[in-house]
């Protein structure tokens, strides 16, 4: 498993259970995920941790402040990093969280992009240009004459 896309994978998974009815269950597991390796004291900070991100998550997507919102997921992504790279035992554990709360999670961190070029030439165009996915347009399909 590719330790940055479990790291996405954790965060997102973080970010969407903060706004949702399933954050009580979920929470107390992620903490002491991040509690690692000394749960008692580490727990309770990434608890509270957590708790002030979940707040300032609610009021960003109140304010409909995406910025603000992606900043919290950015800052778990960071914090998961780093959890990981201090104890590597927990890749395991946060793999078994992430496909008890998420079980979808893996699908989502393999979907790949594909980029699109279009080139419009052959002539002067006084129209838009329309480029989308699954979408298909021909326009002006033969080649310029003696240019």
């Known amino acids: 498993m590719d330790v940055a896309a479990l790291v996405t994978a954790g965060a997102t998974t973080i ?9 009580t269950y979920a929470s107390g597991r992620f903490a002491r995920l991040l509690g690692r390796p000394d749960p008692d004291g580490a727990a ?7 708790r002030a991100s979940r707040a300032e ?9 995406e910025a603000a ?3 919290v997921e950015e800052d778990w992504r960071d914090r998961l990093r780093t959890a990981l790279e201090n104890d590597p035992a927990a890749v395991r554990e946060l793999t078994e969280l992430l496909d008890d709360v998420n079980p979808d999670w893996r699908a989502a961190s393999t979907v ?8 419009i030439s ?3 165009f006084n129209a838009q240009v329309l480029q989308g996915r699954d979408y298909t347009a021909t326009f002006n399909s033969q080649p310029p004459q003696g240019t």
């Open 15 to 23: 970010v969407g259970l903060m706004a949702s009815d399933a954050w």
């Open 57 to 65: 998550l609610l009021v960003a997507r109140a304010d409909g402040d």
């Open 69 to 71: 919102a992606a900043r």
């Open 44 to 50: 309770a900070q990434a608890e509270l941790q957590l």
């Open 122 to 124: 052959g002539g002067t």
């Open 112 to 119: 790949s992009v594909q980029n699109t070029t279009t080139t």
